[in-house]
């Protein structure tokens, strides 16, 4: 990924796990494929839990309105 791309949004990146989960459920997917796609999900699994980490910690930091 270049610079100049953005990174996939967090709804992309689960639908992208969906798509895998559904090649890696296929018994006719090759194993070297499916390492692979084993692979790019773990990826994509941490960069989903950052993402909801830095998501949590912006909702904690906004100040409470006071009463």
């Given at each position: 990924?270049t610079?100049?791309?953005t990174?996939p949004?967090?709804?992309?990146?689960i639908?992208?796990?969906?798509?895998?989960?559904?090649?890696?459920?296929?018994?006719n997917?090759?194993?070297?494929?499916?390492?692979?796609?084993h692979?790019?999900?773990?990826?994509l699994?941490?960069?989903?839990?950052?993402?909801?980490?830095k998501?949590?910690?912006?909702i904690?930091?906004?100040?409470q309105?006071?009463e």
């Open positions: 990924m610079k100049k791309e990174e949004t967090y709804e992309e990146m639908a992208e796990l969906r798509e895998i989960a559904k090649q890696l459920d296929d018994p997917t090759p194993i070297e494929d499916a390492v692979k796609l692979q790019r999900g773990m990826a699994i941490q960069k989903c839990e950052t993402f909801l980490q998501a949590e910690l912006t904690t930091e906004v100040p309105p006071s």
